[in-house]
């Protein structure tokens, strides 16, 4: 049998194995044995170079064409067999959403207090008309500093015990954003007054112990628009206060106090006793009124537009509201810890149904 019918007989046998595999591992042993390291592609390759100078470059150009042929026919049979193999993967595994909730499920499944607290917190600012902005937990250092007034010599920037990130060459050095204080830049260099936000998420500091892990929550809160002052931000921190600690009156201490972002600026205390524990004030958040450079520094004009901010940490108040006194806990993983802290999952919070009940 002459060289092109030997080849010809290869590639009609092959050709004819491909269409007829019925699953890629099939698929992968007919590849094997024609194009791996003994199959007979590959074979006829090596024996190429006893022929005569002459004849290799012509037989050399045929078995290449019956390669590429093989080759082809394995790539469109693979996309062809993976297309199928996805259909019926998405046949089999077919999930009925109208279903009801296993019971079993329910019953070990738990929300985790922050899950809780954070649903608890949005429920009330959207009642107050808030949306909710977010931002990345990598940010430069523009928006976590320097446009919030705190300038590169500023002792708070070393006070945050911020995570540095290597910088990469060309680019400015990125930080784990220490505080949720850089979405107001972000929204207010985005967005056009009026404002009105709130950003939870993730911060990090390098901190460990009893009331500190690296990572934690907070939550910020924004509000820019004309005519603002103190006395909306007082309100607005009351309600929240209510509304949050579940009680009609709330006794509350504004605290003169100092954030660079801030004039003038305010820490909130709240009577222990809302929390049923007397002779106490219970620091629960960080407010002001932005400060003018702030508001200048996000392209915007302090004469037209005011406004007030706040911050919290969502991990804090969490403890605060349900009792638990080690914030590792929190992170542990921990399913007995869990099982006593966690929130059912169906009981979700509204103002109208109740927050944690
Ligand atoms: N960024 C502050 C912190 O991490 C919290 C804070 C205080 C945020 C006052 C604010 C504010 O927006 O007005 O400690």
Known sequence: MS????????????????????????????????????????????ELKNLLPEHRKIYGQSLNAVKSKINASIKIRREELEKLQLESRLLREVTDVTLPIRPDSLAMGRVHPISQVLEEIVEIFS???????DGPDIDNEDNCFTKLNIPSHHPARQ???????????????????????????????????????????????CDNDKTHTPMFHQVEGLL?????????????LQEFCKAFFEVDKVKMRFRASHFPFTEPSIEVDIDADTIGKPGEWLEVLGSGMVHPKVIRNCGLDPECHQGFAFGMGLDRIAMLKYGISDL??????????????????????????????
């Open 3 to 46: 060289q092109d019918n030997k080849y010809q007989d290869l590639e009609t046998i092959f050709l004819d194995r491909i269409d007829s595999a019925t699953n890629l591992s099939d698929l992968e042993r007919i590849r094997v044995a024609a194009m791996g390291k003994k199959g007979q592609v590959s074979l006829l390759m090596q």
């Open 127 to 133: 009642d107050l008309g808030f949306s909710v902005a």
């Open 159 to 205: 006070d945050m015990d911020t995570f540095f990130l290597k910088a990469r060459s060309g680019c400015s050095r990125k930080v784990l954003r220490p505080h949720t204080s850089s979405v107001q830049i972000r929204t207010m260099m985005t967005q056009a007054p009026p404002i009105k936000i709130i950003a939870p998420g993730r911060v990090y500091r």
């Open 224 to 236: 820019i628009d004309r005519g603002i002052h103190l006395g909306h931000l007082k309100w607005c």
């Open 328 to 357: 590792r806990d929190m992170f542990s993983g921990d399913l007995r810890w869990m099982r006593h802290y966690g929130f059912m999952p169906l009981d979700v919070p509204t103002l109208i149904g109740g927050l944690s009940s």
